[in-house]
């Protein structure tokens, strides 16, 4: 495949704007001529054909949702509804520009408004900003909330974060960038919160805790309520990471769990797409007492109106210009009013359901280190076993789903599974797609055992086989000659 | 409606083929207390028509740029975007993708970002770009923190003349990270003033400024040298098809927001944060890097690359915690340039700076608004209004079907009677002539 | 089974102790280069940098895996390995033979809380 710079020719153009129509300046004279770079920049010179062709050619090489099967763990990737997109791109939403006048963007604002309630019902939550851009986004800024919120009852000892040794690798990264210590605790035996683990972690400097619940196992966290008890006690608070809520929504919330601070992530939960890594929202939920600490603008109904509100004094402050990533809160809005709560109360059950069917199928031919053959909306499963007998690493089988049509599960995620295989439906998946799969990852067993070297050379069918990524890593090249 | 594939029945049956025999036994593990009694109180369910109609209404009680020529910009512009970009962005191959972990097949991903890497780097004319961050507030957020790193020093030098919306998201940042924020005043002809920047982690001005003005970058990364501090600058990408780049200014670090290369001004998102640095600061940049490599067979391909800088890496050693990098927003801005070619982004940068100059000559020529600074600009200025207010200004334009500029009292309380003017190259001579008059009439 | 050398220090976090008069010469262990994997980048440190035993001093790169080396010893950093800037790989091709930075030893007594070959190797089968 060429790159664009490798397409078209010198002077070629895709598009014209109407000439210039008022008197011209020298450039020179408006810009002052040592402000002017010596050069035009060296970009693409193409027809608008040469540009679709090569951006369309290019699209094809990627799997994505609308082409296959994601059982990604961690990762949520659900169908995304296609009126989500088209209602996202109403004039009368992406022609806005953010500074207008209240008076102007009342639409905008009362959407806004209409999403944040919506939110803080689904988890149980006081107020929601909606500023943060993406889920580690959120991590960061439900962390500097707990910061500020101890800061100003003066409890400047409370300065680490305890987070469990299963935890995603944003988490500890979240909280180091707010300022904390992270301090990690190892999961029980069953790979669940080990209350003792975490009573000898609790101390005078815990500032909180990060949970994401169902765990990164898959698990449901049986002693919550105790360890929210637990941290509370010890003066710290609880955070929630949302990243799994598809398998809790309308069965329980974050607030009764006995969480302070929650993210959710619109593109998992609330089916708003990845876009290849972004654009993403993580929304941040609190209770009453940490309201006052939400980053600005929020917004409010008032005599009739919608209005931005005026600063807390007490905010973490801005977290992000304007209003967030405004084009996905759309889409996730939407899809909050197609479903209704009944809805959202059918995802999460087709969520679990499809997992315990995949993990039940699963189970046999490869370990379920964790879990007693049952799980929430996902489950990781171990490849040890094979990797020991058979020399067929969790990568191979990986590369061989490629090859079957599949973008593999995660994998070697979470650290405390050896050579773990995460596997996480969602509710979008049809009968027939959960069991081909099943068939798949049975045939990849069977083949780890009686032709290994197929799976070590996987994938042969894909636009290009494994790549050399320590040649890309030693001798870097990041852009084009 | 949702989006459940299956009937109940369907789910009844694949359950009992694995031995459940009740889908609410599965939710068994939820504690009695934590369970939630009642459905959240939402809206009923709307179906597709209903939908249409709803949030139709809710756009219609906003008023578009379509619908008024605009003149406001304050860091986000109303720029024409190509029917092309969003033909390519609703390719569901790219906007359904996951994050491109799999490369064997997320070439397509993997090359538009390379691609934008690249487009960056000969904008700016440095050496590594990222594959973007959230949107400038961040990306300057984040050179900070990577200045601070590298520099181990914990003081920043701010221009005042920043994008407020930049300024306050640094002061969220630094307050966390025990980093001090020292901004730097403007002067007359809107430049910023330098000082001494020995105990600076960097300096970051931007370029043109918030009133537009350019600044003289060379002098500013010459005295931040001086004193090892790094240079860097927040340059709005379509102005870098004239104004000097970056990188032979002297600046270490280039960021800014894409959004004037294609995307919709979206109520303020999403937008991308571009960020480019001299190769010595490669492995201490934040966010996904895309790299060349070849696979199995010898083919050129491409892949994510200096992965030990990130998050799932380091844990909670990483500088960063960024985890996605706006690929959707990044893949319109390679459109755009890839449409535009060279030609045509001098034309849509020349045209913004020639309508910009007409307008504030225009205006001066009243006799009722006067330039604030003397400094030249590019696409946006400053002027004082000598007659009404501002906001006078502001709701005399409204009423004639445009929208006003920016009343920068908001953020600078010593020009409360001064607004900010842009003109992108959409705005027509007709336009900008009846917008001048009604505004020299009120 | 890694390697290991008699007549070295080593320390739990799998890094080695060559001493040669006042100075010592620090690397990582070739059950730590297996650990990490495939090299890519290696920064060895900077040269006159004061150190107490336990400051973290090089960073070690690998496609899938990043890793600080911390000095074992106190005192002050007298030269760094610059040939592993442009080829990290040596230290996959022969961990004990390429050091990574060398110190002017401060303290010899910190020495004796170190390992020694044979009970570095016991350490390494309990962490496996």
Partial sequence: MKLIFEEGAKGRRAYKIP???????????????????????????????????????????????????????????????????????????????????????????????????????????????????????????????????????????????????????????????????????????????????????????????????????????????????????AGGLLYYDGANSNAILCKTTPSLMGFDVVHTNLHKTFSTPHGGGGPGSGPVGVVEKLVPFLPSPLIAYKNGKYVFEKENKLSIGKMRSFFGNFGVLVKAYAYILANGAEGLDEVSTAAVANANYLCRRLSKAFTLPYGDNRCMHEFVLSGQEIKDKYGVSTLDMAKRLIEMGYHPPTIYFPLIVHEAIMIEPCETESVATLKEFVDAMLTVAKEAKECPEKLHAAPQNKPVTRLDETLAARTPVVKAQ | MNYIPQTKEEQKELLCSVGIEDVRELFDCIPKKARLKALPDLKPAMTEPELIEYFGKLASKNRPAGLCPSFLGAGVYDHYV????????????????????????????????????????????????????????????????????????????????????????????????????????????????????????????????????????????????????????????????????????????????????????????????????????????????????????????????????????????????????????????????????????????????????????????????????????????????????????????????????????????????????????????????????????? | MSKVIDGLYYSKEHEWVKVEGNEALIGITDYAQDALGDLVYADCGTVGAAVSAGDAVAVLESVKAASDVYSPVSGTVTRINEELSDAPEKINADAFGNFLFAVELSDKSELDTLMDASAYEDFCKEEH
Avoid: W
């Fill in chain 2, 82 to 442: 190509p029917a092309v970009i969003d033909h390519v962005l609703s390719r569901q191959e790219f906007y359904t993708a996951y994050t491109p972990y799999q490369p064997e097949i997320s070439q397509g991903t993997l090359t538009a970002i390379f691609e934008y890497q690249t487009m960056i780097c000969r904008l700016t004319g440095l050496d590594v770009s990222n594959a973007g961050l959230y949107d400038s507030a961040m990306a300057a957020a984040e050179t900070m923190l990577m200045a601070a790193g590298a520099t181990k020093r914990n003081k920043i030098y701010v221009a005042k003349s920043v994008n407020p919306e930049l300024s306050k998201v640094l002061e969220t940042y630094a307050q966390f990270k025990e980093i001090k924020i020292e901004y730097l005043p403007y002067g007359k002809d809107g430049k910023v003033k330098i000082r001494d920047f020995s105990d600076g982690a960097c300096v970051i001005v931007q370029s043109p400024n918030f009133f537009g003005v350019i600044e003289d970058i060379e002098k500013v990364s010459a005295k931040a040298h001086e004193g090892k501090a790094l240079s860097a600058v927040c340059a709005d990408p379509l102005s870098l098809a004239l104004l000097k780049t970056p990188g032979e200014a002297g600046a270490d670090i280039a960021f800014g927001e894409t959004q004037s290369l294609g995307l919709k001004m979206s109520f303020g998102g999403p937008y991308c944060g571009y960020m480019a640095v001299r190769e010595a600061l490669m492995r201490k940049m934040p966010g996904r890097i895309v790299g060349q490599t070849v696979d199995t067979e010898g083919r050129r391909a491409f892949v994510l690359t200096l992965q030990a800088r990130e998050q799932h890496i380091r844990r909670e050693k990483a500088t960063s915690n960024i985890c996605s990098n706006q690929a959707l927003c990044a893949l319109a801005n390679t459109v755009y340039l890839s449409l535009l070619g060279p030609e045509g982004l001098c034309d849509a940068a020349s045209q913004s700076a020639q309508k910009a100059a007409y307008l504030c000559d225009k205006l001066c020529k009243t006799g009722k608004f006067e330039k604030v600074f003397t400094g030249h600009f590019f696409r946006e200025f400053a002027v004082r209004c000598k007659g009404a207010s501002p906001a006078k200004l502001n709701s005399a334009a409204r009423k004639a079907g445009f929208v006003g500029g920016y009343e920068l009292k908001k953020s600078f309380p010593e020009l409360s009677d001064c607004l900010l003017l842009a003109v992108t190259e959409k705005r027509t001579r007709a336009e900008i002539d009846e917008f001048a008059e009604r505004m020299a009439r009120v």
């Fill in chain 1, 19 to 233: 000439p210039c129509d008022v008197p011209q300046k020298a450039l020179s004279a408006i810009l002052g001529k040592n402000n002017l770079r010596a050069d035009a920049p060296a970009l693409p010179e193409c027809s608008e054909v040469d540009v679709v062709r090569h951006f369309t050619n290019l699209s094809q090489l990627n799997f994505a949702l609308d082409t296959g099967f994601y059982p990604l763990g961690s990762c949520t990737m659900k169908y995304n509804p296609k009126i989500n997109e088209d209602l996202s791109r109403l004039a009368g939403f992406c022609e806005m520009h953010p500074l207008q006048s209240e008076e102007d963007s009342q639409g905008a604002m009362q959407l806004y408004y209409e999403l944040e309630r919506s939110l803080s019902a689904i988890f149980g939550m006081s107020r929601f900003t909606l500023l943060p851009a993406a889920g580690a986004h959120g991590e960061l800024c439900g962390m500097m909330i707990i910061a500020a919120y101890h800061r100003s009852r003066k409890d400047y000892a409370r300065k680490t974060i305890i987070v469990p040794d299963s935890s995603h690798g944003t988490n500890p990264a979240s909280a180091s960038i707010a300022g904390f210590t992270v301090k990690t605790i190892k999961s029980g035996p069953d790979g669940l919160l080990d209350l003792n683990a975490l009573k000898e972690a609790l101390g005078p400097d815990t500032a909180g805790m990060m949970l994401t619940n169902p765990s990164t196992l898959g698990l449901f966290e049986k002693d919550i309520m105790k360890a929210a008890d637990m941290v509370h006690k």
